[in-house]
Each structure stands twice: as C-alpha cells, then as structure tokens.
C-alpha cells in the first residue's frame, strides 16, 4: 500500500492506564473511502485505539495523521471527526433537530446553514418528517439513525464508529448493518469501525484489524484473513475452526504431510521457510470438509481422506451441524443437510482439499 496516499496514518501508538500498556505499538492505515474494522475481544484496546485518534484520550506515543496533516496533539473539536460511540444516547431534552444541530453549533456555524445542513443529514437517514420529534419518541433503530445523522452533520473527514449495534436486538441489528452499510456506500467517507463480533466485521469491513492484548495481530481483507490466519487466535476467533496439534512435517510430493497424533497423516499446501520450522497446528473450517459413505482406497489427489465415525449431527434446517470421531479427535463438520445420514455410529470418511488445510504457527496461541 502506498503510505503517503493513505487516508487515515496511525503510527506506533501506545497508550497506558497507569502501569496497564493498553495499546502497544498500534500502527495501520486506511484509505479514502475505505472502511476498517477493529476487531477483538473485550479488553483488547479497540475503545482506546478509537479516543486516541478522536482526541479524547493523548498517547503517550505515536503519531496520527489524517490527510498528511499531523492531528496527535489537537484538540478533539478541531479534529474534524465524526464519531458515533457505544453509547450513543441522545440528549433526551433535545428535539431530533436539535440534537442534530449539536455540533454544528458548537462550532458556530450560522442558523441558516444549520437548518440547511441538518436537513440533508436527516434526510440522508431518511428521518426529516422526525425532527420534532423528542428521543423518547423514535424506536431504538431511529435513535440510532439520528446518532448517525449527528456524528455525519458537521461533514468529517473519518468517521469513527464504536459498536454502533451493541443496544440493538439481535434482529434489528442484522437490518441496521444493512442499513449502516448503505449510508457509508453513498457517503464514501473513510471509516474506523470497533467490533467484537466477527460477522460484524467481515460484512462491512473492506479490512479488518484483528487485535488482542493491545496488539494488532493480522490486517487484511476478510476473506484473506478467513483463509490464511497467521495465528491460532485469528483463525479461531474468526469462526469455527478444526485445530489439529501437529509433530513432524515432510515433503510429499508437490505437498507436505503433517502427523497428527493419534489421527494420521494431513496433506498441506508448501508453507513458506521462515513458517515451515515452526509450524505447531493444521486448522480446517468445518464447512470446508465433505463427509462421505466409508470408502476405501487412498485419497483422490489434491484431497485429504480420513476415516471415523459419526457421533452426533445437529439439524439446522439448510445445514447439518456434525461431531465426527477420528482415532483421538473430533472433528466438526457442516454441510448441507441432504449430505448427511444422521445416525450414529456410522462409519464414515472424511475428506478436504489440500489447500483448505491452514498451517499455523505456535508464536500466538
Ligand atoms: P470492549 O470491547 O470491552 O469495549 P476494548 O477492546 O474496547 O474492550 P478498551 O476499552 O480499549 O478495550 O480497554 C483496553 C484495556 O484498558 C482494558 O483492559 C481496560 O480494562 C483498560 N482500561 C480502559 N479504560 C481504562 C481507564 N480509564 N483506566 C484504567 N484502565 C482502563
């Protein structure tokens, strides 16, 4: 990535609560337009990242820019940021308007251009007929549009977005990012997302930042990062995973075999030098891996075979969920449902391509 064309430049940020490091050495980029998310778990400095760049918080080090225009020691207002925090509450005595105008007040924008610019900011959230309204007034996915409406009133250049979803029910989150989703297409505005939840991310992140313990531990496109996590903690906290302890690899023809203890033998793609030497487990996705009537024979090439038996399959209308035991293993699959004979204690083959095994290291359990 070009850095002087990046959009939003975090360089080496570190932020500590006391004796608490609470971001250690954070540094990304974002482009015009580009969405980020920072995902990770609880505690993992994603908040703190976010009141950095915003302002509320000073690092103790590092460097941010916005635009090529050095911001770390700004005050927040004249960040000229937008941002929509966890807490997102409206100011309960205000109209709609007026919690719209907020910010521009606050900055001492003239009243007819106020009137002008909270016009179209409604508009675009599709809530002018609301702005007479109190808060009290307007169901949790209105509140949540005006918030949105005021954090983009005053035109930022970045918008910050700290769970927005997280007073949403489940349902109307699902319609919310949908709608999140559009508003930030038609805005083309960069944006820096916080989530702990991973579909979260990966459905409106062109990229996501996988943090933990006040580190950023991987950085890519989802579907990469899905594919090719470069730790146990990223591949498990991206989704189901299979994670398959691993003693010696050996080359095999144009592949490598793995031993899994207790399981047999798994076939790789070649991993890099500088992973080969310290490689500790093979990681398949449950959906990657078909399951099949007992066969003999050796494996079809470019697939992995193993025998075992059926367990246990949970139905889930479009797919079925299954628990498959592989000498001192279970392995657990999904696949639609008309692929499985759900009874237990079947015999049963499992098989995978060769590249959907992930090879991982044992730096970052
Ligand atoms: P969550 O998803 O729970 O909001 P997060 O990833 O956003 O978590 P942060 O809020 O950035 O995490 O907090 C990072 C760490 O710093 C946590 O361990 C937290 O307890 C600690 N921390 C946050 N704010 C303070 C504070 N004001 N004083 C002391 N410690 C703090």
Known sequence: MDRAMSYLQVDGLIHKYGDFTAIDDVSFSIEAGERLCLLG??????????Q??????????GRISVAGEEITGLPSEKRNIGIMFQNYAL??????????AFGLRMRQVPRREIKARVGEALKVVRLEHKARNMPSQLSGGEQQRI???????????????????????????????????????????ATLMVTHDQDEAMAIGHRIAVMRAGRIRQIGAPRDLY?????????????ESNLFPIQGLRAAGSHVAVDVPGVGEILAETPPDDLAHRVRYALVRPEKIRI???????????FNRLNGTLEHATFLGPRVEARIRVGEMQVQIAAETDAVDPAPGQPVTLSWPVDATVLIGGDDD
Not at 292 to 302: D, I, M, V
């Open 292 to 302: 099949l009537p007992r066969a003999e024979g050796g494996a079809a090439a470019g």
């Open 52 to 61: 950095a760049i915003a302002g509320f918080i000073q690092p103790a080090s």
């Open 91 to 100: 100011f309960p005595h205000m109209t709609v308007f007026e919690n719209v």
């Open 227 to 239: 594919r090719h996590p470069n730790s146990r903690f990223v591949g498990e906290f991206l989704g």
């Open 147 to 189: 918030a949105f409406a005021r954090a983009i009133v005053i035109r930022p250049r970045l918008l910050l977005l700290d769970e927005p979803f997280s007073n949403l029910d489940a349902r109307l989150r699902l319609t919310m990012r949908a709608e999140l989703l559009e508003l930030l297409e038609g805005l083309d505005i």
């Open 41 to 50: 778990p609880s505690g993992c400095g994603k908040t703190t990242t976010l």
